[in-house]
């Protein structure tokens, strides 16, 4: 790649601090919130689907002032940037005091991957903390979709790892995906 | 026409592995990050254009009945991608302490007044060339428990989109000449000079205001390049 006169750097990240709730997550300070866990209002068509889970650090203690956002496609695989018929594709939750979240949206469908490859149904997963100082980013999977086996994605990680990205359908019908940011059981994140 | 991401500028960013930053040592992954190629769930992202803002988000200084203590400062800049062209219509929050350094968080203990006319959050869409512009009032540092006597230097976090998942970013503008920067482990994890002096904010006497408030300049940049290759150099 040739170098451009105008080129220009990259701004840093730098981490999003403990405080940024009453900004970004304003709910429990009377603000605006630019979005939140209920992703799609009743007026979207697909399945209905819960995600819940915690975000543990390298000690298993939970998390509990984590920013987590979401992006996805809709049922039928499209993305939809500027929101149609009450869906963006687009939530964000602040962890409880336990490191808890949850996500009620609609189940993705599956969508172009590279190279002609289809995509398993997933959601695009952002994480930001205090002593996270880059976006931690991952994805979400669904355990009862039978494309994963084939999805180019999940085949970059190694065998081992692949079940962090995940979420297991409980007997409840709720999707569990926990967040595990160092060691035993680390979710796997990717450079992009 | 759509954007391309290439990685070569990624180094900018800091390490989540950062030890000085005492935060980090549990919440830094361990295991190596994944190569992961950019597919139609990267390259697409929200777009929040002026819905998203109401009247008066961006004066944090009258969003209550009296006005702020502090001194009053105007933050504007650009936002561009690394090509340098515009990033219009994105969306911009930012949030911070109050001139006495502390912020309206229920979990904030230091004991500095809070002000009953600050809040400290706002919100502001860029224009078509990708300008923006807040009022507020400058936040003052304020102690933290990193290390023995540890301070923050006075910043503004701001958040941005952008065109794409890709191009989402957290951070914080600093202010110039801050004598607290050497001794910031946050501001220090970005190892590169020139990276980390791009955290700073410029004063712009052209832009303070007579009897009113002090300009500070941040421009911003991020990630993604014009997919075709540019014939002239073009300057704006």
Request: glycine share 8%; hydrophobic share 40%; aromatic share 4%.
């Given at each position: 790649m040739t170098e451009r006169k105008d080129d220009?750097?990259?701004?840093?990240s730098q981490t999003i601090g403990p405080f940024f709730a009453y900004a970004l997550t304003p709910r429990a300070y009377g603000?605006?919130?630019?979005?939140?866990?209920?992703?799609?209002?009743?007026?979207?068509?697909?399945?209905r689907i819960s995600i819940r889970g915690?975000?543990?650090?390298?000690?298993?203690?939970?998390?509990?002032?984590?920013?987590?956002?979401?992006?996805q496609a809709d049922a039928d695989g499209r993305f939809h940037a500027q929101g149609n018929a009450g869906f963006t594709g687009f939530g964000r939750a602040e962890t409880t005091a336990e490191g808890g979240y949850h996500f009620d949206t609609i189940r993705p469908g599956a969508l172009p991957g590279p190279n002609g490859a289809q995509q398993a149904p997933h959601l695009t997963v952002s994480l930001f903390a205090r002593g996270v100082l880059t976006r931690l980013a991952t994805r979400i999977y669904f355990s009862d979709e039978t494309g994963n086996e084939t999805d180019p994605v999940l085949a970059l990680v190694p065998a081992e790892r692949r079940g962090t990205l995940i979420a297991k359908r409980g007997t409840d019908g709720v999707f569990r995906f926990d967040i595990r940011l160092q060691g035993e059981g680390e979710t796997v994140f990717f450079d992009m | 026409m759509s954007?391309?991401?290439?990685?070569?500028?990624?180094?900018?960013?800091?390490?989540?592995?950062?030890?000085?930053?005492?935060?980090?040592?549990?919440?830094?992954?361990?295991?190596?990050?994944?190569?992961l190629p950019h597919t139609l769930s990267e390259t697409s992202g929200p777009v929040f254009g002026h819905v998203a803002v109401q009247a008066g988000d961006s004066d944090l200084t009258r969003q209550h009945e009296g006005e702020p203590l502090g001194e009053r400062i105007i933050v504007f800049g650009r936002v561009l991608d690394e090509d340098g062209?515009?990033?219009?219509?994105?969306?911009?929050?930012?949030w911070q302490a109050n001139a006495a350094g502390r912020y309206v968080h229920v979990r904030d203990q230091h004991p500095a007044p809070l002000d009953p006319n600050f809040t400290g959050a706002g919100r502001v869409v860029t224009d078509a060339e990708g300008r923006y512009r807040f009022t507020t009032v400058k936040p003052g540092a304020y102690p933290w428990r990193n290390h023995h006597n540890a301070w923050r230097p006075a910043h503004i976090h701001f958040s941005l989109f952008g065109p794409s998942f890709l191009s989402r970013v957290i951070t914080q503008m600093y202010f110039p000449g801050d004598p607290l920067f050497p001794f910031d482990p946050i501001f220090q994890t970005v190892t590169d000079e020139k990276a980390r002096n791009r955290l700073i904010s410029r004063f712009d006497l052209a832009t303070t205001e007579p009897e009113w408030a002090l300009g500070y300049q941040f421009d911003i940049v991020l990630r993604g390049r014009n997919a075709t290759p540019i014939e002239e150099p073009h300057d704006d």
């Open positions: 220009l750097g990259l701004t840093p603000g605006v919130e630019l979005a939140n866990e209920q992703v799609a209002t009743e007026a979207v068509a697909g399945e915690h975000v543990y650090d390298g000690d298993g203690v939970p998390v509990g002032d984590a920013m987590i956002e979401i992006w | 954007p391309i991401y290439p990685r070569d500028g990624l180094n900018a960013h800091p390490l989540n592995a950062s030890p000085e930053y005492k935060s980090t040592l549990k919440r830094a992954p361990s295991q190596p990050l994944i190569l062209r515009p990033v219009p219509h994105t969306l911009i929050e930012i």
